[in-house]
């Protein structure tokens, strides 16, 4: 499982949100669900401030839109796999020569493949697999905090 997919376990594994915090009382603060829910009772003495009261109550909706925004880039940004052909132009399924990304490299690459007079030693325009704008979304996400 890579780590979007467990953030994203985590976030649905939770209670649904939007969360929200029960009106100021004087004895205790309820975190709740959308369903009234309680994830989090504060007492007095322990209110958190209203800037991570603020964090916490929009977790699920901030993650959610993270989570989102990265699946998104992902979706646009996907491999296309390069295979030597045979003389007939078949490809073969076991000479994988390295995959590109299909939205980054020019459209004369993507042209080229499916023409078949793709030079498998590389064309003008090319952008390898994972391209820049996938690492830049995701690269955050494989890194120890
Ligand atoms: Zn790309």
Known sequence: MNELEGIKARLQEATPG???????????????????????????????EYRNAELIANAPRDLARLVAAVEAVEKVHEPVAIYETDDAGQVQDDK?????????????VTESLDDGNYDLAGEYGEVGWPCPTLKAATAALEEER
Do not use: F, K, M
């Open 18 to 48: 939007p969360w929200e915090w029960d009106g100021p009382e004087h004895i205790r603060q309820s975190l709740r669900g959308a369903e009234a829910q309680e994830i989090l009772q504060c007492g007095a003495l322990l209110y958190p």
């Open 96 to 108: 994988h020569v390295r995959d590109i990304c299909g939205t980054c490299s020019d459209s004369s």
